[in-house]
């Protein structure tokens, strides 16, 4: 199993700043890909941010040069910073993990995610 648990969620006004964390526990062999997930409200989920291992980041086109993802390793842990944040961005942010297991198998894991309100 396991266990992802975010932070960093909170209310800001448009043009401010915040940083996501994810932090991943649990038995596992590695940590293949952390992504940040957003749903607006009325909306469908949709993948802002993806750091897989080996490669470069990925962005949606709506947060290219505003967002940030990056990982710690050592501390299995996803990080969100999120600049001139936009009321559009307002919504629940998820972490998703994909992960290796000590069976070798893969399996996905998604946090129970943290609220993002930009107001005007």
């Known amino acids: 199993q396991v266990q992802l648990v975010e932070s960093g969620g909170g209310s800001v006004q448009a043009g401010g700043s915040l940083r996501l964390s994810c932090a991943a526990s649990?038995?596992?062999?590695?940590?293949?890909?952390m992504d940040w997930y957003r749903q607006a409200p009325g909306k469908e989920r949709e993948l802002v941010a993806r750091?897989?291992?080996?490669?470069?980041?990925n962005y949606a086109d709506s947060v290219k040069g505003r967002f940030t993802i990056s990982r710690d390793n050592a501390k299995n842990t996803v990080y969100l910073r999120m600049d001139s944040l936009k009321p559009e961005d307002t919504g629940v942010y998820y972490c998703?993990?994909?992960?290796?297991?000590?069976?070798?198998?893969?399996?996905?894991?998604w946090g129970q995610g943290t609220q993002v309100t930009v107001s005007s």
């Open positions: 649990g038995s596992f062999f590695s940590i293949n890909t």
């Open positions: 750091k897989s291992s080996g490669y470069s980041p």
């Open positions: 998703r993990a994909v992960v290796t297991l000590i069976t070798g198998a893969a399996t996905e894991s």
